[in-house]
């Protein structure tokens, strides 16, 4: 069975300073990773996928994520952070067992916050 | 270009009663899923479909289903409403390809009481 992980509930980190959302995956087969982020009250918007190629992927926002084979992670990274990167970040993999396209199996969630 | 569009976006039903909600895809995109999000569970796929037909289907007992039109906008219903059924209803829509993202909507908040 497909699988993510992540590990932490809640990231705090100061203005300014670079953060990390961890996320770790298990899938028989090639692994299709996502990163959403969800705000208050909203849908959850998409970040950036790993498909293939190469290891460090560049997303929306200046978040990037390193993808790990030998780790089975797909980190989720930012230089800088700004306090209105505080939200839910989720990291995601497609079931692509399933007989469809789009089941993603989401891990639980992190909570990060940005203080000023 | 327009994003995926779910109505209503809040909803208060009583127990026992039935309840229908509204996805519209991006225009173009086929592939529709459904997913539930408590509290205590997170996200759970419900189901998706593809071209008017049902791929995959999730945990979730029989009260739970959808449908998909030509036009790919897609309903779910969930039928005897239970206290447990409040949750956000999320819709997500892609192309369908292996290696597309999925765009979400804003939800559907659905309250039994």
């Known amino acids: 069975a497909q699988s993510v992980a992540q590990p932490e509930d809640q990231v705090n980190v100061a203005e300014g300073n670079p953060l990390t959302v961890k996320c770790t995956y298990s899938?028989?087969?090639?692994?299709?990773l996502f990163w959403y982020v969800q705000y208050p009250n909203r849908g959850l918007q998409f970040l950036l996928k790993?498909?293939?190629?190469?290891?460090l992927v560049k997303g929306s926002y200046g978040f990037e994520a390193e993808f790990n084979k030998s780790q089975t992670s797909f980190h989720l990274k930012k230089p800088s952070a700004l306090v209105s990167d505080s939200a839910l970040y989720f990291c995601?993999?497609?079931?692509?067992?399933?007989?469809?396209?789009?089941?993603?199996?989401f891990g639980a969630g992190t909570r990060l916050a940005v203080h000023p | 270009k327009a994003g995926v569009t779910q109505t209503p976006r809040y909803l208060i039903k009583t127990r026992g009663q039935q309840v229908t909600l509204s996805c519209s895809p991006i225009s173009g995109h086929r592939s529709v899923s459904w997913y539930q999000q408590t509290p205590g569970q997170g996200l759970q796929f419900l189901f998706e479909?593809?071209?008017?037909?049902?791929?995959n289907k999730g945990n979730f007992p029989g009260r739970f289903s959808g449908r998909q039109f030509s036009n790919s906008r897609s309903e779910m219903n969930v039928s005897t409403l239970e206290l447990g059924d409040s949750a956000l209803y999320l819709c997500?829509?892609?192309?369908?390809?292996?290696?597309?993202?999925?765009?979400f909507g804003q939800g559907t908040r659905l309250t039994v009481v």
């Open positions: 997500a829509s892609s192309l369908g390809g292996w290696n597309t993202e999925a765009f």
């Open positions: 479909y593809f071209s008017e037909t049902q791929r």
């Open positions: 899938v028989s087969g090639n692994p299709y």
């Open positions: 790993y498909i293939t190629g190469d290891n």
């Open positions: 995601a993999v497609r079931d692509i067992h399933s007989g469809g396209y789009n089941k993603l199996i």
